[in-house]
């Protein structure tokens, strides 16, 4: 198994929650107003399937969009993805699924089968927040190649196990990948980096603070018996910990 940190970029976050594009280098400091924040999606190689994890914000260099250009990088066209994994559908995590091409939204990995979960797609719609792009949220109901989950955990395949936690958000899913001995761990928003396993503490702008703590709180023991790699998303410094 192999796993690529596909990093889109530092983007600032301002108080209404709009995301500026401020490049690829983690050493940006915090602005005095708002929150720096990483992007970075994930691909894992196990055997012949080619897994996305989360895909970005969707942020565009000349026309395309930088989570392409960071496959191509590595070799792989979105074409090869056979799997897309998405955790939950704030923008910063699910607006790369798809890119505009003239009026028309089109599917960014046309032959994966993109793993959603349905109630956190009902949940996502009804609210009135900017942590959503309601535009491109309605432009996935005319995806042919989503499997709406609406199991609470599961397998995905023999290698691909998910687990519907909330915390962050009512309907996020976390997701652990297997093969032979080796187990891969993402935690998604409830655990976005590797310094939330010091701090036990019920973060506000989570939906359940305190599901979210009592998730790192119980991961971390099980990363450490059973030797996780856990991946984050929102990682400055640390974008995989080998536990």
Same mark, same amino acid.
């Given at each position: 198994?192999?796993?690529?940190?596909?990093?889109?970029? &530092?983007?600032? &976050?301002?108080?209404?929650?709009?995301?500026?594009?401020?490049?690829? !280098?983690?050493?940006?400091?915090?602005?005095?107003?708002?929150? !720096?924040?990483?992007?970075?999606? =994930?691909?894992?190689?196990?055997?012949?399937?080619?897994?996305?994890? @989360?895909?970005? #914000?969707? *942020?565009?260099?000349?026309?395309?969009?930088?989570?392409?250009?960071?496959?191509?990088? /590595?070799?792989? !066209?979105? !074409? +090869?993805?056979?799997?897309?994994?998405?955790? /939950?559908?704030?923008? @910063?995590?699910?607006?790369?699924?798809?890119?505009?091409?003239?009026? +028309?939204?089109v599917c960014n990995f046309p032959d994966a089968k993109i793993n959603i979960?349905?109630?956190?797609?009902?949940?996502?719609?009804?609210? *009135?927040?900017?942590?959503?792009?309601?535009?491109?949220?309605?432009?996935?109901?005319? #995806?042919?190649?989503?499997?709406?989950?609406?199991?609470?955990?599961?397998?995905?395949? @023999?290698?691909?196990?998910?687990? &519907?936690?909330?915390?962050? &958000? $009512?309907?996020?899913?976390? =997701?652990?990948?297997?093969?032979?001995?080796?187990?891969? =761990?993402?935690?998604? @928003?409830?655990? $976005?980096?590797?310094?939330? #396993?010091?701090?036990?503490?019920?973060?506000?702008?989570?939906?359940?603070?305190?599901?979210?703590?009592?998730?790192?709180?119980r991961w971390e023991v099980d990363a450490k018996t059973e030797h996780w790699?856990?991946?984050?998303? /929102?990682?400055?410094? *640390?974008?995989?910990?080998?536990?």
């Open positions: 198994m192999k796993v690529i940190p596909l990093l889109e970029g &530092v983007f600032h &976050v301002d108080a209404k929650k709009e995301f500026h594009y401020l490049g690829d !280098n983690i050493e940006i400091k915090n602005p005095a107003d708002g929150y !720096n924040l990483i992007v970075r999606p =994930f691909l894992v190689k196990v055997g012949e399937e080619n897994i996305l994890i @989360d895909c970005g #914000f969707g *942020t565009e260099i000349d026309c395309e969009p930088i989570i392409l250009r960071k496959l191509r990088e /590595h070799n792989i !066209n979105p !074409n +090869q993805i056979t799997k897309v994994l998405i955790s /939950h559908l704030h923008k @910063d995590h699910i607006n790369s699924i798809g890119s505009w091409v003239g009026e +028309q939204f979960q349905q109630r956190e797609y009902d949940y996502a719609v009804a609210q *009135t927040d900017n942590s959503y792009n309601y535009e491109r949220l309605e432009k996935l109901k005319s #995806f042919k190649n989503i499997v709406w989950m609406n199991d609470d955990s599961g397998n995905i395949t @023999d290698n691909i196990k998910f687990e &519907v936690t909330g915390g962050h &958000v $009512p309907f996020q899913q976390v =997701f652990w990948i297997k093969e032979n001995d080796e187990i891969v =761990f993402y935690g998604a @928003d409830n655990l $976005p980096q590797l310094n939330y #396993f010091k701090y036990h503490a019920a973060f506000k702008n989570d939906a359940d603070g305190v599901k979210a703590m009592e998730d790192r709180l790699k856990i991946l984050f998303y /929102h990682g400055k410094r *640390t974008d995989i910990k080998q536990f």
